[in-house]
Structures are given as C-alpha cells and as structure tokens.
C-alpha cells in the first residue's frame, strides 16, 4: 500500500509539471488552472465509469471552443471512508469552466470549481501528499490524466522509472520499458539491463538485490 501511495505521488507530481511546462511553452494562448472537486451525496454510491462520463461532457464542451483539453484527476477518500475526486484543468484565460452539478455533468451529488492561485504544481501536490485509505472501492484507479503530448509522455515514463534505471544510461527518447522474464530494455536502441532484484518470496514478498 505504501508503494502504491509513492507512485501516485510521483506520477501526479511529475504530470503536473509536464503539464505546466507544455502550458507554459504553448503560444496559443494564456492559460490558467482550475481545480475542480467532485463529491457524492450521502445515498450516492461510487461507479467506475462516472469520472469517464464527466470528463467525456468536459472533452465535448473544450472541443466546441476549440482548444485542447489538459486534465489531472485524483481520487482520494475522507476520513469517513467517502470518495471524491479532485480535478485540476488548463483552460485559456478567455474561458470559465462550468459548475459540473448545476450542468449535470456531475448528477451525483455536490461540486467546488475554484481558480488557482498560486502554481498549480505546487496547489495540486498537497492532494498528492495526503494519501488515500486502502479501502478504495473494487476496481478504483487512484489517478489519471489527459493532454500530454507524446514527448510529455515519454518524458513521464522515463520518471516514473527506478533510479538505477535512469542513471543506466539510455535517455527517455530510448524508452526504457520493463523486458519480458525480467529486466530492462532500451526500446529503441535494443539495449538490456538485467534486473537488480530478485523476487525470494511471493506472499509475503520478499526481494533481494
């Protein structure tokens, strides 16, 4: 569980920041960050599908204006055990998101849209930094996102790789990627770094380097 919650911090972490570089370098226009919070009323119950079907709505709205939609959602639980979602948009400056329960793109229950600030890296890593329980519903992700370009997500990969795997040598345009049987594989230049752990034992895991 803990491993997990390190991930996610790293993953949503490292996404902003990717995300406010592109925003940063985009010319287009001046952009702004929104966060939005999702909650659910009492009687409401979590679905897998729900945070697709509003992010779907937002897609449909963003491309009618005709830019491109940036997202970063993360799915937290309250102290009570009750879900929500916190998602952080970047929108043109000439555009206002709209509030998703009076919309009815968010039927389930109440929503908060509030402007950012102060940098979104830095607004966006206290959700990162809180952690969640580990009674998320069956099938929860804990993160995701959207508007990456592809060197974004190369770029991403690369970080979320362990250190050893970074100080190796190959840059992120090499795509590192985990090879089948164990170990590392340069994508594009084909080279291998065998693994440096061994799995000992399965349940409990046990691992040696």
Wanted: glycine letters at 8%.
């Amino acid at each position: 569980h803990q491993s997990r919650l390190r991930r996610l911090r790293k993953s949503v972490l490292n996404t902003a920041r990717l995300m406010q570089d592109e925003v940063t370098s985009d010319r287009s226009s001046r952009f702004y960050a929104a966060m939005v919070t999702l909650t659910y009323r009492q009687d409401d119950d979590w679905g897998p599908l729900q945070i697709t079907d509003y992010l779907k709505r937002v897609r449909q709205w963003v491309t009618r204006r005709g830019f491109l939609l940036r997202y970063l959602w993360v799915h937290e639980l309250t102290q009570a055990g009750k879900t929500h979602y916190h998602v952080l948009f970047w929108l043109p400056k000439r555009f206002q998101m709209p509030k998703a329960d009076k919309t009815g793109w968010w039927p389930h229950g109440m929503t908060k849209t509030e402007k950012v600030q102060r940098n979104a890296v830095g607004y966006v890593a206290k959700y990162a930094s809180k952690g969640t329980q580990d009674k998320l519903p069956k099938g929860a992700r804990l993160t995701g996102s959207g508007g990456l370009s592809l060197d974004g997500r190369l770029r991403r990969a690369w970080w979320m790789c362990p250190g050893y795997i970074r100080a190796w040598g190959p840059d992120y345009s090499d795509r590192p990627r985990r090879a089948s049987g164990g170990g590392w594989l340069a994508k594009t230049t084909g080279d291998y770094l065998p693994s440096l752990f061994e799995v000992v034992r399965r349940f409990p895991l046990m691992v040696r380097r």
